[in-house]
Nanobody, 120 residues
Framework: VQLQASGGGLVQAGGSLRLSCTASGRAFSINAMGWYRQAPGKQRELVAS???????DYADSVKARFTISRDNAKNTVDLQMNSLKPEDTAVYYC???????????????WGQGTQVTVSS
């Protein structure tokens, strides 16, 4: 299973970006999907996650600004980021919890990371 992320870039504070991630490869099902980020000198943190059924969870710092969505048929997860702030600057990674067969195992897969830079 491979995850391919796209959509990062440079934007001014207050602007918007949309990140997309597509999972490919053989698997029984993809359970939770999410976006994490890692800023220089900081630990990787969860930004947002979404279950296969559509239940979402957000970091407090992005609530009301970011929206996560997914298309189960296309195995994609998107992150719409609005009202961006300089502190949102980081490398963003998509993540998927993948059930490889009906009997397991379930494994975590990561995309390659995409840089988001917000200028003040």
């Amino acid at each position: 299973v491979q995850l391919q992320a796209s959509g990062g870039g440079l934007v001014q504070a207050g602007g918007s970006l949309r990140l997309s991630c597509t999972a490919s490869g053989r698997a029984f099902s993809i359970n939770a999907m999410g976006w994490y980020r890692q800023a220089p000198g900081k630990q990787r943190e969860l930004v947002a996650s979404i279950t296969r059924g559509g239940r979402t969870d957000y970091a407090d710092s992005v609530k009301a600004r970011f929206t996560i969505s997914r298309d189960n048929a296309k195995n994609t997860v998107d992150l719409q980021m609005n009202s961006l702030k300089p502190e949102d600057t980081a490398v963003y990674y998509c993540n998927a919890e993948v059930l490889l067969t009906f009997y397991g195992p379930e494994r975590d897969y990561w995309g390659q990371g995409t840089q988001v830079t917000v200028s003040s």
